[in-house]
């Protein structure tokens, strides 16, 4: 017969071993000698730990008055083998026979509440009973109310523990904290228990790791990280992979291999979260090889694994490893997995093949937003935008919820398809759900808005709901500049600096456009200042901007050093410089630029040959674009486009090849569009062609009824060809047809400042002296030898008036102020919204030599230089 001392170790010692007959032999011993009473708890402690319950509850009925140690255990028993609701009930049957609570019941019931409420009423009962104060009380407390996402409540608590808190203690915190989403919060409570002087375990660094991971801060991680090693817990793999994950994640793939290398034995957490973090950075080939090794260290890939490695497949274009796993998955039963499917969709949506995507997706019987997600933002990507649309209604239908990236893939979708009526339906929708304040859902409203042309809706949706983030304002300030709304987005970029507001490289890169647009080259070189304090020079769409910018806003040379000082230069930064180049007129050396770019084994695409034209064009390069044009096919694998045509004929045009153009035009595959009659009406002027004219305006009177240009086109054709009675039936049939000529605007900048002038203009404040500036001029010009061109003016006066309407022309009051206005010497840059006329030119020319300065214009066309009585344009325009 065992000794009674030996009893109770031996139930703990098979418990923990699981040693369930002999724990019952143990128990039969006990009934036949009668010292069942003695050891009934042992007997409870021990069916508990061997995960039967049912026989602890037989053990604890056959007490005929069970003490709160029994009831205890009995409470224990259930909760440990996940039976919240019978320990409830035993514990709502301890407290109805009066048994009182101990400190060792209510930590397992306040485990098991059901909701915050049951457990407010647990915390009421322990201040009650006077067991508030004891630690395991306390701790559980603050892990309930944590898990119910009363952190706050949780932290009255862990204070009101106030000396008697340990290092549990310090964990629930923080853990309640992260739980919440209130990481930062979780690394500052750490912050305090290292400065108290508790020694953080495994779990507190684990905890504290996963708190550096999801508020961010990589510099609190690193710091972690070095106690970690120091206290000797980097062997911990919860610890260890929780670093990998915090590397990986944070986009320090170097740390992330180097703590995976020393992790003491790794497992599929630790290669999951190394191989995600290198797919969430774009490491795809990295996470591919990782693959490799982790097969070959004998473990064996799970769901999580997979579904990392068939994004990186799409990331990297591995498409025949993403197939192998498909394959794979369908042989295993196990394609039907939604993180699977969910890889699988994006891998085919990636790489254009939707129609497989769609078949994955229809495979799924329980299909999620995330899902649905995917193949929406799948079909919206590979610019099936009316198909994204259809599964938007189809997913609705059937009873789905939206989240922020359903409604930014279908704005997207609405935006390209410039629909507005469903813009606005999303629009209403994500009013309903709530989600205006979210800025990802703002930033595409705005962007399908102004791409609607409904640029007031946008600035509404940026006012209301813009939140004012930086988000929002790249957004509206993109908006703004691409819809010729320059000054508007520049003072919007002043008011987001005013609310302290950091600019980053897409906001800059916007503000230059808009700069590019209004020509304010002082405003581009500030917008450039921006970037090399905030140290975005690197950034390559910020660097393709500026080049575009200062080549828009007049200045070939401060385009040529920002091209220069491209760290790496892709087809978008060379096409830039080229088309730079070409509307400058410098057509021999944007022809040397381009083949620069082809030794540098940098393939052209579409736009950089039309820029190769351009500069064709510009330089009457007959022979070298018709050799380009020709050949891109064979040599670049381009087809020639609409644009590629439209040059062709406008540089055959204003060549004097007027039959050549023709029978390019009657060649080409696709319907002659505004843009080639456009080009051979312009041609007909320059060349006295009045048939050719007239041919074109009939064509461009159908096409653009609305456009005044054709008419004066037409006009100035017949008056180059002195056909008067011709040039009144234009202006009658312009007047009849109520057809308004735009207005020949110029604009100058001046200390931030754009100023606007108009023909015979005298609003400006300075217009007396601008005026005198003009009739100076004029008597200089004058005694060098300039002779007015009156045929250029179709206005029905006599030649001295005609020769007072020339003198005052927009283009002329601009250079005329900005000569009052700036120092000796400067260069002066002019933007004008229509073609420079005949007459302009030939003053512009006269002008730049009296007053030794370069004179810059730039028209609806090409930029003029004007140096020292020439043009860089050599009077071919």
């Known amino acids: 017969m065992r000794s009674l001392e030996t009893i109770g170790p031996l139930l703990t010692r098979y418990a923990a071993t699981q040693s ?69 009930g035993a514990f709502r049957s301890m407290r109805s026979c009066s048994v009182r609570c101990n400190e060792f019941v209510l930590p397992v019931v306040l485990k098991c509440a059901p909701d915050a409420g049951f457990g407010t009423q647990l915390h009421a009962l322990a201040m009650a009973t006077g067991l508030g104060g004891d630690i395991f009380v306390a701790n559980a407390l603050v892990a309930m109310y944590g898990g119910f996402g009363f952190v706050d409540e949780a932290r009255m608590v862990f204070d009101e523990a106030g000396c008697e808190r340990n290092t549990v203690s310090w964990n629930g915190l923080m853990s309640a904290y992260v739980k919440n989403d209130r990481c930062s919060h979780a690394v500052k409570v750490f912050g305090e228990m290292v400065w108290g002087g508790v020694q953080p375990n495994e779990f507190g660094f684990s905890c504290v790791v996963n708190a550096c991971t999801g508020s961010r801060d990589l510099e609190a991680g690193r710091k972690v990280h070095a106690m970690v090693i120091r206290t000797g817990y980097d062997k911990d793999v919860f610890t260890a992979n929780a670093l990998v994950d915090m590397y990986s994640k944070l986009g320090d793939i170097r740390m992330a291999a180097v703590v995976f290398g020393k992790v003491p034995e790794t497992d599929v957490v630790s290669w999951n979260a190394f191989i995600s973090g290198c797919v969430l950075h774009g490491h795809d080939q990295h996470a591919l090889e990782l693959l490799l090794q982790m097969k070959s260290s004998g473990l064996v890939p799970n769901v999580f694994t997979l579904s990392s490695i068939l994004k990186a497949c799409a990331g990297s274009g591995a498409f025949n490893l993403g197939r192998q796993i498909h394959g794979f998955m369908v042989k295993a039963n196990a394609d039907s997995d939604n993180y699977i499917a969910f890889g699988l969709v994006d891998m085919y949506a990636k790489h254009g093949l939707l129609d497989d995507a769609k078949k994955v997706f229809d495979w799924i019987p329980q299909r999620d937003l995330v899902l649905w997600n ?101 957004s509206m300030i993109t908006a703004l500049s691409q819809c010729d709304h320059g000054e508007d987005a520049i003072k919007l970029f002043m008011e987001m600096l005013r609310k302290g507001l950091d600019p980053d490289p897409f906001v800059l890169s916007s503000l230059l456009n808009a700069c590019a647009s209004l020509s304010a080259y002082e405003q581009g070189k500030q917008v450039h200042a921006h970037l090399i304090k905030r140290q975005f020079m690197s950034d390559v769409f910020a660097g393709n901007a500026l080049v575009y910018t200062y080549a828009k806003c007049g200045s070939i040379e401060d385009a040529d050093l920002a091209f220069s000082g491209l760290p790496e230069k892709g087809v978008v930064s060379w ?42 064009n510009h330089a009457g390069l007959v022979d070298e674009a018709k050799r380009y044009f020709n050949s891109m096919k064979e040599m670049f694998g381009i087809e020639r486009t609409e644009e590629h045509y439209a040059c062709m004929i406008d540089l ?105 002038f108009i023909v015979g203009d005298k609003s400006h404040p300075r217009a007396r002296d601008i005026y005198a500036k003009l009739d100076e001029l004029g008597d200089l010009m004058t005694k060098a030898g300039y002779v007015p061109n009156v045929e250029v003016d179709l206005h029905d006066v006599d030649k001295n008036e005609k020769e007072l309407l020339l003198s005052h022309h927009s283009e002329r009051l601009a250079v005329a102020f900005a000569l009052i206005s700036t120092p000796a010497g400067a260069p002066i840059r002019v933007k004008k919204n229509l073609r420079i006329c005949r007459d302009c030119h030939a003053a512009f020319k006269f002008i730049s030599d009296i007053v030794s300065r370069e004179i810059i214009i730039r028209d609806i066309n090409r930029f003029h230089h004007f140096r020292d009585g020439a043009c860089s344009c050599r009077d071919y325009w």
Not at 53 to 73: K, L, N, Q, T, Y
Not at 404 to 414: D, E, G, I, N
Not at 604 to 616: D, K, Y
């Open 20 to 88: 369930l007959l002999q724990g019952a032999h143990i128990h039969a011993h006990l009934l036949k000698s009668g010292l069942f009473a003695v050891f009934r708890n042992h007997l409870l402690s021990f069916y508990s730990k061997c995960r039967l319950p049912g026989s602890a509850r037989r053990v604890f009925d056959e007490i005929p008055d069970p003490c709160h140690v029994s009831w205890s255990s009995l409470v224990t028993a259930y909760s440990n083998n996940a039976m919240p609701r019978d320990a409830l």
């Open 374 to 474: 995917a193949l929406i933002s799948g079909c919206s990507h590979g610019a099936q935008h009316a198909e994204a649309l259809s599964l938007f209604c189809r997913m609705r239908k059937e009873g789905f919820d939206v989240n922020r990236t359903t409604l930014a893939a279908v704005l997207k979708s609405t935006a390209s398809l410039e629909a507005i009526s469903d813009t606005r339906q999303v629009h209403a929708l994500a009013e309903k759900l709530g989600f205006l304040s979210d800025s990802h859902v703002v930033n595409g409203l705005i962007d399908s808005y102004w791409k609607c042309d409904c640029l007031n809706y946008a600035y509404r949706v940026f006012e209301k709901h813009g939140s004012y983030d930086i988000i929002a304002f790249t």
């Open 575 to 616: 096409s830039a410089m080229i088309g730079g180049l070409a509307q400058h007129g410098h057509g021999k050396r944007a022809l040397d630029v381009f083949h620069r770019m082809v030794d540098e084994h940098i393939s052209p695409n579409h736009i950089t040959m039309t820029s190769v034209l351009c500069a064709c």
């Open 652 to 756: 055959l045009g204003r060549a004097g090849k007027l039959d050549d153009a023709m029978e390019l035009v009657n060649s080409m595959p696709f319907q002659t569009n505004a843009a080639v009659w456009g080009a051979l009406l312009a041609a007909s002027r320059v060349h006295r062609d009045p048939e050719l004219g007239r041919l074109a305006a009939e064509k461009l009177f159908i096409l653009e009824p609305e456009k005044s240009g054709t008419h004066v086109l037409l006009a100035n054709t017949y008056a180059s060809a002195g056909m008067w009675d011709d040039v009144a039936k234009v202006r009658k049939l312009m007047k009849d047809s109520k057809v308004k000529k735009e207005p020949a605007m110029s604009w100058v900048e001046l200390k931030d400042k754009v100023h606007t």
